[in-house]
């Protein structure tokens, strides 16, 4: 194209195949999956960032007393440093949250396991607490996302994953879809979590499953000790951890 013209060339293999008409492609068109808006619930449990406090909080112990890590990845201190650290943290501190709060100390570099303990990593922290908060948190958030050392369907209530029987999950996937499925529903308005549970397992049920394997995984049910397998199971493993990211973890980090 040249001067204040421009012309568009086709080449003559393709010209035949080109439309001879107009064609109407009406790019104002609605979502194909559109979020009705519900009225606010009664009780509502407001997001919080109490996540900050009690990684500092840990940091600070690990400092004083040696935490001895045990488990995979060392992804859980021994159960006398969790009694000792339990008075001292604002919100749980379950195992799941726990194994959270390091695997983030770990992906920030705040921290790392060295012979079999906790250690802090004093030059990181104070770069990290010098973060506002606002900034403290985004870094967790953007931390969680990444991470594959916490692995959500581990720590999901309800379920006794046998890991030592060679399967492997991949913790990014279910993150991934719970935030995919968040996009659509419109800011500020309340969506309900079993509706969003709903439509992944109508939509997307295999998010976690590559080729659709329902019977490799191990896992029992906590309180039967049965095992779950097949589609069947899918509320009582896929669709209860899609509710723990929810309910707890992405709650916990200020997001829902």
């Known amino acids: 194209a040249r001067g204040p013209q421009a012309f568009t060339y086709v080449p003559t293999d393709l010209a035949p195949l080109m439309p001879t008409h107009q064609t109407g492609y009406d790019l104002s068109a609605p979502p194909a999956q559109v979020v009705e808006p519900v009225a606010p619930p009664e009780n509502i449990r407001p997001a919080d960032t109490v996540l900050v406090d009690d990684l500092t909080t840990f940091l600070a112990f690990c400092q004083v007393y040696t935490v001895g890590t045990v488990g995979e990845n060392g992804m859980a201190i021994t159960s006398d440093a969790q009694q000792r650290l339990k008075p001292h943290l604002i919100g749980s501190a379950s195992n799941a949250r726990i194994a959270l709060i390091m695997a983030l100390a770990g992906g920030l570099g705040l921290a790392t396991e060295q012979d079999a303990a906790f250690r802090p990593q004093l030059s990181n922290i104070r770069k990290w607490l010098d973060l506002r908060r606002g900034e403290q948190v985004r870094s967790l958030v953007e931390t ?44 500020d308005q309340w969506w309900p979590v079993d509706e969003l549970i709903e439509d992944v397992k109508e939509t997307e049920p295999d998010f976690q499953r590559p080729a659709g394997d329902y019977e490799s995984w191990y896992i029992r049910d906590a309180q039967t000790d049965a095992y779950l397998r097949g589609f069947e199971s899918w509320d009582k493993v896929d669709g209860a951890m899609l509710r723990f990211i929810l309910t707890s973890l992405m709650n916990g980090l200020g997001l829902v």
């Open 144 to 187: 969680w996302q990444n991470s594959t050392a916490y692995n959500e369907l581990l720590y999901t209530p309800g379920l006794k994953p046998e890991t030592s029987a060679g399967w492997q999950n991949d913790p990014l996937l279910g993150r991934q879809t719970v935030l995919n499925f968040l996009e659509i529903v419109p800011p």
